[in-house]
C-alpha cells in the first residue's frame, strides 16, 4: 500500500481567526480540507472564504456538544441551553443519547438540519467528522451515516490513532487508547457497511491543540501505509470566543506548523489525498 495523507483543519467558521488561519494554512501550506462547523459564529465568512478556494475540500464538522446548534432551543429544549448551546458533560450527554427516546428524537432532528444546512451553502460535502469526535458514539455515528447518505456523504473521519507510531515518534499513547480501538471498530463497521469510504489512521488526537511543527517533523518519517489523516486547529491570532472554549490550544503555533517550510518538505514525497 502508498502513503496518502490528508490535512484537516476542525472549527471552520467558529470564528474569523479560525478561518483565517485555514486559509493560510491552505494557501500557503499543507492543508488540503477543513470541517465546517454550521452553527458557527463565522461560518458565512467561511464558506465566502471557500469560494475562493476552489481546491480546498469542505466536509461537516457535526456538532452535538459544547457547541451552537442549528435549530434553535424552541425545537429541541431537551439537547440545548436557552442560548442553543449544546453541554460540555461528555459522559452525562452520552448517556442521555443513548437512554432517552425524547432526546434521541431531538438528536436527530439536529444532525439532519447540520447537513441541510451545509446542502443549503451549495458546496460539495467531502467528508464528515463530530467535534470532540463524538460520532464515536454509536447512536450519533449511526444518526451522522444515514442523514449524510441522504445527502450524498461520501466519507467520514474514523479517529483511530496507532499506539506504535506514536511511541516511534518518542510519544506514550494517551490513557483509554486500547477502549478508544475498540469504539474506532464500531464506528468504522457503520461507515464501511454504509459503503463510506474510511481513513485508515488519524493524527492528531494525542496532540489536539498542540500539533507542532516538532511533532509533524518526528511523525513524517513513520507515516503508516494507507490513508492517514491528520487533523489540526490553526487559527491567525486568537480572539475571546478562542480563549474562552479552548484557553490551552495553541492555535498559532498549528498554523506554523501546517505553512512551515520545513514539513512541506518533509511531505514532499507523500501523496495528499484530497478526501
Request: net charge neutral; charged share 20%.
Amino acid at each position: 500500500m502508498s502513503r496518502q495523507v490528508i490535512f484537516t483543519a476542525d472549527d471552520f467558521g467558529l470564528s474569523e481567526a479560525v478561518n483565517e488561519g485555514v486559509e493560510r494554512a491552505h494557501r500557503d501550506g499543507l492543508l488540503t480540507s477543513a470541517s465546517l462547523m454550521m452553527g458557527g459564529a463565522a461560518v458565512e465568512d467561511a464558506v465566502a472564504r471557500t469560494r475562493r478556494m476552489p481546491h480546498l475540500r469542505v466536509g461537516l464538522h457535526l456538532v452535538t456538544i459544547e457547541g451552537p446548534s442549528v435549530l434553535p432551543h424552541r425545537d429541541i429544549p431537551a439537547l440545548v441551553s436557552k442560548e442553543g448551546q449544546f453541554p460540555s458533560d461528555q459522559l452525562w450527554l452520552g448517556l442521555r443519547y443513548f437512554f432517552l427516546p425524547e432526546v434521541r428524537n431531538q438528536l436527530r432532528e439536529e444532525i439532519r438540519a447540520q447537513f441541510a444546512a451545509f446542502a443549503a451553502t451549495g458546496l460539495t460535502l467531502s467528508h464528515a467528522d463530530a467535534h470532540k469526535h463524538m460520532h464515536l458514539h454509536p447512536t450519533i455515528g449511526a444518526m451522522m451515516i444515514d442523514a449524510g447518505w441522504q445527502y450524498g456523504l461520501p466519507a467520514i473521519r474514523v479517529p483511530c490513532e496507532p499506539s506504535d507510531v506514536l511511541r516511534a515518534c518518542g510519544e506514550k499513547p494517551g490513557f483509554g487508547a486500547w477502549a478508544m480501538q475498540k469504539w474506532c471498530a464500531v464506528l468504522r463497521r457503520q461507515a464501511q457497511a454504509a459503503g463510506l469510504r474510511v481513513n485508515d489512521a488519524v493524527f492528531g488526537l494525542s496532540w489536539s491543540g498542540a500539533f507542532t511543527e516538532d511533532r509533524l517533523l518526528r511523525l513524517a518519517p513513520h507515516l503508516p501505509r494507507g490513508l492517514t489523516e491528520l487533523y489540526f486547529h490553526p487559527a491567525a491570532g486568537t480572539d475571546d470566543l478562542l480563549e474562552r472554549l479552548m484557553p490551552t490550544y495553541r492555535h498559532d503555533a498549528e498554523l506554523a506548523a501546517l505553512t512551515s517550510k520545513r514539513a512541506v518538505a518533509a511531505f514532499a514525497g507523500v501523496e495528499r489525498a484530497l478526501v
